[in-house]
Nanobody, 124 residues
Framework: QVQLAESGGGLVQVGGSLRLSCAVS????????MGWFRQAPGKEREFVAG????????HYAESVKGRFTISRDNAENTMYLQMNSLKPEDTAVYYC?????????????????WGQGTQVTVSS
């Protein structure tokens, strides 16, 4: 069984920064594609960013390109999301996710492991 645990969410003002962390436990993730999704109240789940655990390949949603950076520390089994220049529309619950098929997809159906989520609120 795989466990994902997010941390680092909180309240920040417009233009501020936050760094989310995702601690991974339970299995070796060398073949898994990892990512972040978010969901705002009344909206669909939205892909934010993804990273190949061993290859370093990354991709981002257009809405966060240039502002967010996804990274991972394989030795610590931890993934990060550095969020800069935050906007009110970034307010959402952010979820750490893992895809055991390593598809690299941005569709939530491919991700079979999800964390509990961490709230990010950007105030104007």
């Amino acid at each position: 069984q795989v466990q994902l645990a997010e941390s680092g969410g909180g309240l920040v003002q417009v233009g501020g920064s936050l760094r989310l962390s995702c601690a991974v436990s339970g299995r070796t993730f060398s073949d898994y594609f990892m990512g972040w999704f978010r969901q705002a109240p009344g909206k669909e789940r939205e892909f934010v960013a993804g990273i190949a655990w061993s290859g370093g390949f990354t991709h981002y949603a257009e809405s966060v390109k240039g502002r967010f950076t996804i990274s991972r520390d394989n030795a610590e089994n931890t993934m990060y999301l550095q969020m800069n220049s935050l906007k009110p529309e970034d307010t959402a619950v952010y979820y750490c996710v893992a895809d055991s098929s390593a598809s690299g997809s941005s569709h939530y159906n491919w991700y079979d492991y999800w964390g509990q989520g961490t709230q990010v609120t950007v105030s104007s």
